[in-house]
């Protein structure tokens, strides 16, 4: 049986701590799990530093997921330290788009008691 979108909320938010290994990098403030079709999960958390080259907590759940050689996208959520339950960001949606023609189906949690599909969130995908 799958995970429940309160379980996947409840993953997420088992990840999310401030970890700050140096003066130059914070990671953890913000966490992501996400449900593949298949029913696996996969996690994340953000890197932050300050010249930029860090990366989203959506963008390491989707490494850990591609490490597996799965790439379909069932259910998403992201959540904050600061805020809680939270949207990705536009580069995270697109990135969500660009690897698999099915993940504009993809559920994104946006709270408690609501979701979107990504085709929602992201309405004019940027086309090459």
Same mark, same amino acid.
């Given at each position: 049986?799958?995970?429940?979108?309160?379980?996947?909320?409840?993953t997420?938010?088992?990840?999310?701590? *401030?970890?700050?290994p140096?003066s130059d990098c914070a990671a953890g /403030?913000?966490?992501?799990a *996400?449900?593949?079709?298949?029913?696996?999960?996969?996690?994340?958390i !953000?890197?932050?530093?300050?010249?930029?080259i860090?990366f !989203?907590a959506?963008?390491?759940a989707?490494?850990?997921m591609?490490k597996?050689h799965e790439?379909?996208?069932e259910t998403?959520v992201?959540?904050?330290?600061d805020?809680?339950i939270m949207?990705p960001c536009g580069?995270?949606?697109?990135?969500?788009w660009r690897?698999?023609?099915t993940n504009?189906?993809?559920?994104?949690?946006?709270?408690?008691?609501?979701s /979107?599909? *990504?085709a929602e969130?992201?309405?004019e995908p940027?086309h /090459?």
């Amino acid at each position: 049986m799958h995970p429940t979108d309160s379980e996947l909320i409840g993953t997420a938010r088992e990840l999310v701590g *401030l970890y700050q290994p140096s003066s130059d990098c914070a990671a953890g /403030n913000v966490a992501a799990a *996400l449900r593949t079709r298949s029913g696996r999960i996969f996690t994340g958390i !953000c890197v932050d530093i300050p010249c930029s080259i860090g990366f !989203c907590a959506e963008h390491a759940a989707v490494a850990e997921m591609l490490k597996a050689h799965e790439a379909e996208v069932e259910t998403i959520v992201t959540v904050s330290a600061d805020t809680g339950i939270m949207a990705p960001c536009g580069r995270c949606r697109e990135l969500l788009w660009r690897l698999h023609p099915t993940n504009r189906d993809t559920r994104v949690i946006i709270s408690s008691d609501r979701s /979107n599909t *990504l085709a929602e969130l992201l309405p004019e995908p940027w086309h /090459n």
